[in-house]
């Protein structure tokens, strides 16, 4: 019996040690590009959350929501790609963020650049960590 409970315990009461560090998550935010490569527009945050939720869709996400499930995805590859930056996280982002894109000619490219959140007394200090070179936006 003391051994089963030996075994529990790490499942029923986790340690702090669990994460490696606590930091700031990294937001991902987008823009498009025209043909030439110039900007158009602002940033914008990509998968921006809810400000609410009636009840009935708030149940329904505690059980069901793979679009979530994604954006913890794309988070951990944002984090990944700030601690030892590779091809295959900037793909899987641009892929992602690909597929939310309405097509549009005119703006057949964007790039998406990530961007620590933290607070300092009061005040939201924002840190631009990466920004991503140029990315194919889908075809119309």
């Known amino acids: 019996m003391l051994k089963t409970l030996r075994l529990l315990a790490p499942v029923l009461l986790p340690s702090w040690r669990f994460f490696d560090r606590i930091a ?3 937001r991902i935010e987008v823009q498009r590009l025209g043909a030439n490569g110039e900007a158009v527009g602002d940033w914008w945050a990509s998968r921006p959350r809810p400000q609410s939720l009636p009840l009935g869709v708030y149940l329904r996400r505690l059980v069901w929501n793979p679009r ?3 954006a913890l995805f794309l988070t951990s590859c944002a984090e990944r790609l700030l601690d030892s930056p590779s091809d295959h996280s900037v ?3 641009s892929t992602r963020i690909a597929e ?3 097509a549009d000619a005119a703006l ?3 790039r998406f650049r ?3 959140v933290s607070r300092v007394g009061e005040a939201l200090q924002r840190k631009v960590a990466y920004v991503s070179p ?3 936006a889908p075809p119309e």
Do not use: G, H, K, Y
Request: hydrophobic fraction near 50%.
């Open 114 to 116: 990530l961007v620590l």
């Open 108 to 110: 057949p490219f964007f």
């Open 68 to 70: 979530w499930n994604e």
């Open 134 to 136: 140029r990315q194919a």
């Open 24 to 26: 700031a998550s990294p």
């Open 100 to 102: 939310d894109l309405p």
């Open 91 to 93: 793909r899987e982002i």
